[in-house]
């Protein structure tokens, strides 16, 4: 562009940093990464006490299966919650409750002897009790993002949202396997806090004018949601195709396994290699706010999610901590790739009435391919190995790739990533060029 040429407003939208002049911005910026952090810690130290006394990877799984079920259960309630109620509310409620059930998790890891096993069904209970909180949550908190930035910044803070859930996750294994040193009930008791902590945050939010949603209750409200994705074939096939890839290729499950069994490399170095995954995905999440996605979308997405594929592949295989590192690092910054270009077309494509609803909906797609990835993951170790279970889901990722393209022809096809193009999307073909 020449230098005297007037900058247009899309592209002032998407890079730099113009989102964080916005006071609520910083905060919600800063929500995510304690929210995201606070997880992550939780996971590791769920993950790493029920292997140290069961050492059964189907245990591992339904670590995962239980966080993921809330979403199942309760998500159409949950967006529609988020587009009847003001959102800054619902995330003060359910940040209150996951810091309860972290609370809960301290106190069985607290009351239970090193040599003694705590109750398994206690902790999955409380596992999905934050599950639960996630699930109503993770809406309210998506849909939040426009009601805290100027249209012409939304892009910019779209991208920012993006990386940063990776980049607190470089923090939170990190810290929690470091802090697992000193016990499970410490990382437990340190979460709980956070929570509380996001808590307050939300409350001291001035948001911008939400568009309440004026529908009766009923069952075609509930299911505006999905009627907007499959009305849509663009965004059904990227969602779509971020579920099965990641439900086949996620291995974050069997991470203890390998940094016990295979790698040598105990508690911190699980830290690490969890840590691996979100180093690769924030660098290119870096990337992505300096030069975002312009064009040839649609064939970058399908082309990182096969890169994904081939790096679980790699990492199955290794028995080299470093060549697992790296592996991790390059299947994280595919997945962020797919996250920008899938969460784009989502946020921008929807009004702001209906955004609880559709991303209620793409956080089911996304709770599956993260949470029951990880039960697919421990409960096939648990049948015929881990090695064949990472191997195979790498492999299985690169083919749902190859197949998606040529199931989704107009996924393939799209170009730009624009905002005017997306919103005025009633028919899949006004996207592609």
Excluded at 3 to 23: I, K, Y
Excluded at 237 to 245: M, P
Excluded at 314 to 321: A, D, I
Excluded at 362 to 384: I, K, P, Y
């Amino acid at each position: 562009m020449a230098a005297d040429t007037p900058a247009r407003p899309r592209q002032d939208g998407t890079t730099g940093w113009v989102a964080f002049r916005h006071r609520d911005f910083r905060f919600v910026f800063a929500n995510r990464i304690l929210s995201a952090t606070a997880t992550a810690m939780l996971q590791i130290a769920v993950g790493w006490e029920m292997w140290r006394v069961t050492h059964d990877p189907f245990v591992l799984g339904l670590v995962g299966l239980c966080l993921f079920l809330p979403n199942l259960i309760f998500f159409l309630p949950a967006g529609t919650i988020a587009d009847r109620f003001p959102r800054r509310r619902v995330l003060i409620f359910t940040y209150g409750v996951q810091a309860l059930a972290a609370f809960l998790l301290f106190l069985v890891f607290s009351s239970e002897a090193p040599s003694e096993a705590p109750s398994v069904a206690l902790v999955l209970s409380a596992i999905f009790v934050v599950g639960t909180g996630r699930t109503f949550g993770s809406p309210a908190g998506t849909a939040l993002v426009p009601n805290v930035v100027p249209p012409e910044h939304f892009p910019n803070a779209v991208a920012w949202t993006n990386a940063t859930w990776e980049l607190a996750v470089i923090v939170g294994p990190m810290l929690g396997g470091f802090l697992l040193v000193a016990g499970a009930p410490t990382v437990c008791g340190l979460v709980a806090c956070i929570y509380l902590c996001n808590a307050v945050l939300m409350a001291m939010l001035h948001t911008r004018v939400q568009v309440m949603s004026t529908e009766p209750v009923s069952i075609k409200s509930l299911l505006a949601g999905i009627r907007y994705i499959m009305d849509r074939q663009i965004i059904l096939g990227a969602v779509s195709l971020d579920l099965f890839a990641v439900l086949l290729g996620g291995a974050t499950a069997l991470l203890p396994i390998y940094a016990t069994d295979i790698l040598g490399i105990g508690e911190v170095g699980l830290g690490m290699l969890r840590s691996s995954i979100a180093v690769g995905a924030v660098i290119c999440g870096v990337i992505i706010i300096r030069v975002p996605v312009r064009r040839h979308a649609g064939n970058i997405l399908l082309v990182t999610v096969g890169i994904f594929g081939a790096a679980i592949t790699v990492f199955g295989f290794s028995t080299s901590v470093w060549l697992s590192m790296t592996a991790l690092a390059f299947a994280g910054a595919a997945d962020m790739v797919s996250v920008y270009i899938r969460q784009t077309l989502v946020q921008l494509a929807t009004p702001d009435q209906m955004r609880g609803r559709v991303s209620a909906v793409t956080m089911m797609f996304v709770g599956a391919s993260n949470e029951l990835g990880e039960f697919r993951a421990g409960g096939v170790a648990a049948m015929v190995g881990v090695v064949t279970s990472a191997v195979a889901g790498g492999i299985g990722t690169i083919l749902v790739a190859a197949l998606w393209a040529l199931l989704f022809p107009r996924l393939r096809k799209i170009d730009a990533l624009e905002i005017d193009s997306l919103r005025d999307d009633e028919a899949p073909t006004q996207l592609e060029r």
